[in-house]
C-alpha cells in the first residue's frame, strides 16, 4: 500500500498506481456540463491527467492555475484534465471566476472507484475519500508515459518532468 503524508502524517493510499508503459485505467469523470469524461471521449488525444485532492484548497487552486497557463502551449492534441472530488458546479466557479480556459475539470461524483483504480486514494486520515495529488502523462494511444505521486499532500508536482513526457 503506498503512502503519502498531509503535513508530515502518514496516509494511506488504496489501490495500484499505474506504471510508466502500463495501459491507462479507465475513467469516467464528469464534466462541467455534466457530461462524462472518459477515455473514450479523450480518444486520440494526449491527456495529462491532473489529479487533486480538492480545488478549494490553495495548492490545487495554484497547481490548476500553473497547468492552465502552461497549456496554453500545448497544442490542439493535448487536453489537461483536472481530476478531483469535487462537485462540478464548484470546479466551475472556480475556473470562471479565475479565466481559466485552458483545462478541462473532472468530478469522480459518478466513478467514486477512479481513485481507486488510479492508486491515489486516500483511504484513512483527515483527507480519507478525496484523493492525493497525483500527476499522469498519458499518449494518445492510452499508455502511461508519466506517473507521479506528490508524496506531501500539501506541495506541488514536477510541472517541468510531466510536461516534458509530452514530448517523448
Known sequence: MAQVTLRGNPCNLAGSMPKVGDTAPDFNLTGVDLAPITKQTLAGKKKVIVVV?????????????????????????????????????AMTRFCAAEGLANVKTGSDLR????????????????????????????????????????????????????LAALKK
Open 53 to 89: 485532492p480538492s480545488i478549494d484548497t490553495p495548492v490545487c487552486q495554484v497547481e490548476t492555475r500553473h497547468f492552465n497557463e502552461r497549456a496554453t502551449a500545448l497544442g490542439d492534441d493535448v487536453v489537461v484534465l483536472i481530476a478531483s472530488a469535487d462537485l462540478p458546479f
Open 111 to 162: 466513478d467514486r472507484d477512479f481513485g481507486k483504480r488510479w492508486g491515489v486514494a486516500i483511504a484513512d486520515g483527515p483527507l480519507a475519500g478525496l484523493t492525493a495529488r497525483a500527476v499522469f502523462v498519458v499518449d494518445a494511444n492510452d499508455k502511461i508515459t508519466y506517473s507521479e505521486l506528490v508524496p506531501e499532500i500539501g506541495q506541488e508536482p514536477n510541472y517541468d518532468a510531466a
